[in-house]
């Protein structure tokens, strides 16, 4: 099969081996894959990661022995792939399990190619009324909606969104739906656009004012987001943490003591509700792409999606 493979560099492989999918799991054709920080991050050096990535996938179940109804069905699914007989698995806490693999992150091959394998455990079908374009969006979308699944949003919260990336264009529109006082803070004036038809506030990065806000979202995907959600947020705040970067973070941490902010770190998200958000058209995630490549060209989206204020990229195997 075609696979973009990552040894240090990438590269479009022709002669990819076709995964077997060991007891349990399921091989699925992908259809549509999304281009996330976390790849360009990878490729950058991120995990160490040697193999396909990918991880923001819709696709059809061709093989699955231990649970045939599944064949034929268009699914998602959720990338972590845990052992489920450990601690921490056992205490409801898999997308932690110190055995896991993360799909296209950790361990396991990934979705930049025509086949990939996940437990059918990690599955979900895609309702009928949410197409590729959209479905392509569980996994991030997921991601904001643990936002909301973390930390208690009250209707009379003031909520600053940092970053119109890819991910804080989901988180505001996850976190419209709390009811709060909301503000969406970005450096691209198209992006922010995508928010204003939503009818959420936005305003282009200036000097902000400090200590203003209840909950501050960080999803600029870059290490200087930290200092600059440190200024937003009021005394007894709340930081929610959603960048995943190769770099360190170069933070006072002494006005966090001073100020005694609350630190949430946040990755992963269920995917059941992003799907139903998706499916009752609470949120819109397809104004987001910005570009579609086949996937030989698969060098050529990594590069487009590489680019400063590009939004979403997909590949079609
Ligand atoms: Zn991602
Ligand atoms: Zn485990």
């Known amino acids: 099969m075609r696979a973009l493979y990552l040894d240090k560099t990438l590269a479009v492989r022709e002669n990819y081996p076709v995964p077997t999918p060991p007891p349990g799991e399921a091989l699925v054709r992908v259809r549509l894959v999304g281009v996330c920080n976390t790849d360009l991050e990878l490729v950058r050096g991120y995990m160490s990661f040697c193999g396909v990535p990918g991880h923001e996938f819709v696709g059809v179940v061709e093989r699955c022995e ?19 007989q450990c601690e921490t698995c056992r205490a409801s806490r898999p997308t932690h399990c110190p055995h896991r693999t993360t799909l296209g992150i950790a361990g396991r091959d990934g979705a930049f190619a025509d086949y990939l394998c996940l437990p059918v455990a990690n599955l979900h079908l895609v309702p009928g009324s ?70 959420i506030k936005t305003t282009l990065a200036k000097a902000p004012t400090p200590s203003e806000f209840d909950v501050v979202v960080e999803a600029t995907g870059t290490p200087e987001g930290f200092a600059e959600a440190r200024q937003l947020v009021r005394s007894r705040g709340t ?20 100020d005694e902010v609350t630190l949430v770190g946040s990755r992963c998200g269920p995917f059941a509700p992003a799907l139903r958000l998706m499916e009752q058209r609470l949120v819109e995630v ?22 400063r204020g590009t939004l979403k990229v997909l590949v079609e195997p």
């Open 286 to 307: 397809t104004w987001l792409i910005q570009a579609r490549y086949p996937l030989s060209d698969g060098l050529a989206a990594f590069e487009r999606a590489g680019r």
């Open 239 to 258: 930081i929610v943490l959603k960048s995943t970067y190769h770099r360190a973070v170069d933070a006072n941490l002494t006005r966090v003591v001073v």
């Open 130 to 199: 949410v197409p590729d374009q959209a479905a392509v969006f569980t996994e991030p979308l997921a991601a904001a909606c643990e936002i909301t699944q973390a930390v208690h949003i009250r209707p009379t919260d003031r909520v600053a969104v940092l970053g119109d990336g890819k991910l804080g264009l989901l988180c505001a529109q996850v976190l419209q739906l709390a009811g709060c006082n909301l503000l969406a803070i970005g450096r691209h004036e198209e992006s922010l656009e995508i928010l204003a038809r939503r009818g």
């Open 66 to 84: 231990s649970a045939p109804e599944w064949v034929g069905q268009r699914v998602v699914g959720e990338i972590n792939a845990a052992c489920g």
